[in-house]
């Protein structure tokens, strides 16, 4: 019996996705089908104890010039440290986290390498490992495809 194949969704080359638990809405995000994890922007990143005595990861998700920004210090005790390859080759030592990211109003949890993208056009970055589990395909002609089919699922109020 041959396995079905799911149909794999177009995302553009650029998309606006949601952190639901974040209380992050509309961030702007580049799909890299050279990165194999993806990123998020955040600066303030401190490893402190937690109430229950275990290491916590503190951080400042976005920054002050993004239009969702809130100030709000967000922390995790679920983090890893991992070498990661940056576009240039080279390995940096990056804290990694599980977030949901939601695409075509669905939610997929996935892993973020935190760095300080503060010089980069877009504070998210979406990575193959990311593509491939949601079983997506990248045209780079397009954008925010994400956006676009769930603004054209909401019923219209006649």
């Not at 580049?30 to 990861?57: E, F, M, R, W």
């Not at 005790?77 to 070498?83: G, K, N, V, Y």
């Not at 973020?112 to 504070?123: A, G, I, N, Q, T």
């Amino acid at each position: 019996m041959k396995k079905q194949r799911v149909p794999k969704r177009v995302l553009g080359r650029l998309e606006l996705v949601d952190f639901p638990k974040f209380q992050l809405w509309g961030v702007e995000a580049k799909v890299d089908t050279g990165a194999y994890t993806s990123a998020i922007h955040c600066s303030d990143i401190q490893v402190i104890t937690g109430s229950n005595g275990k290491p916590c990861l503190r951080v400042l998700l976005l920054d002050p010039s993004h239009p969702n920004f809130d100030g709000t210090l967000m922390e995790f005790t679920e983090f890893s440290l991992r070498d990661i390859k940056s576009s240039n080759g080279d390995a940096q030592e990056r804290y990694v986290i599980q977030a949901v990211l939601r695409l075509f109003g669905e939610d997929f949890d996935t892993e973020f390498s935190l760095s300080d993208r503060s010089d980069m056009k877009y504070p998210v970055l979406l990575g193959r490992r990311l593509l491939r589990h949601g079983s997506f395909v990248v045209d780079v002609a397009r954008r925010n495809m994400s956006y676009k089919a769930q603004l054209a699922a909401k019923p219209s109020r006649t």
